[in-house]
């Protein structure tokens, strides 16, 4: 059984920063893609970044050059970090990852609120 554990949400004013972390665990051989999606009230879940195991990442527009996807292979971390933080990345934050046999997992999810 696979489990995504994520931590770091909170409040936090607008300009400042926050780590989101996801730990991976379980029964998972190797990992195809990992990523950070968001659902914010009244709307669909979205994708904010995606890191393939190959090193590529991709971001949506609304976060390119503010935050950042990475992962830690020592011990099967997922980590966003999140800098100049708006209002409108207020949102509960998924952590999502596909495995090389095309299953999907994903965490709990974290709430991240942005007053302004």
């Not at 090193?55 to 050059?65: E, I, L, P, R």
């Amino acid at each position: 059984q696979v489990q995504l554990v994520e931590s770091g949400g909170g409040l936090v004013q607008a300009g400042g920063s926050l780590r989101l972390s996801c730990a991976v665990s379980g029964n998972i051989r190797s990992i195809h893609t990992m990523a950070w999606y968001r659902q914010a009230p009244g709307k669909q879940r979205e994708l904010v970044a995606i890191l393939t195991s190959r090193g590529n990442t991709n971001y949506a527009d609304s976060v390119k050059g503010r935050f950042t996807i990475s992962r830690d292979n020592a011990d099967n971390t997922i980590y966003l970090q999140m800098n100049s933080l708006k209002p409108e990345d207020t949102a509960v934050y998924y952590c999502n990852v596909v495995s090389l046999q095309l299953s999907g997992y994903w965490g709990q999810g974290t709430q991240v609120t942005v007053s302004s």
